[in-house]
């Protein structure tokens, strides 16, 4: 006897529904998968637009360091750092690099702007108090030194060097 005799001929009704339309669709899941992987595999990446912020945050950096560098009247440093800190905090770093120098520039802005508030005050309130301008003293220099250090961290996080800042 051979072998073609001993195998049943299996009508398709016989075959679950289900195996059924999976065996029929494979060609098709196969010809879109492929499809897909040209499709994605030969576009560049679109990231231009968070690629520029890495240059933005750099130079907020370095615009800020340059206002505390020259400007001597305080109330117009405070002012531009007020400005630079909300254009630094709407800015986006692509890379952990420019993100972490972000984030230490903002510290630094921050405890600088504490330190010139500092520093206004003891000109402006502390008249013949000797008490309140040793405390107001005090704090200045605590922020402006802690503010200093921040934004040289942060230079060395986006690949400049910060060096003293006004005594700093």
Request: contains cysteine.
């Amino acid at each position: 006897m051979s072998m073609c005799r001993k195998m049943k001929t299996v009508s398709v009704r016989k075959i679950p529904r289900h195996v059924r339309l999976d065996r029929s669709r494979l060609p098709w899941c196969i010809a879109l998968s492929v499809i897909g992987l040209a499709l994605v595999s030969g576009c560049p990446p679109s990231a231009p637009a968070v690629v520029r912020a890495d240059p933005s945050i750099k130079q907020d950096l370095l615009r800020g360091v340059r206002a505390i560098r020259v400007t001597r009247d305080r109330n117009k440093l405070h002012l531009k750092l007020v400005h630079l800190l909300a254009h630094l905090r709407r800015a986006q770093g692509s890379t952990t690099s420019a993100r972490r120098g972000r984030e230490l520039a903002l510290r630094g802005f921050e405890a600088t702007l504490k330190g010139i508030r500092s520093q206004l005050d003891f000109s402006e309130n502390d008249s013949g108090e000797v008490a309140a301008a040793t405390r107001d003293a005090k704090r200045a220099d605590l922020y402006l030194r802690r503010g200093a250090n921040w934004l040289r961290a942060a230079g060395q996080a986006l690949g400049v060097r910060i060096g003293e800042l006004n005594g700093y």
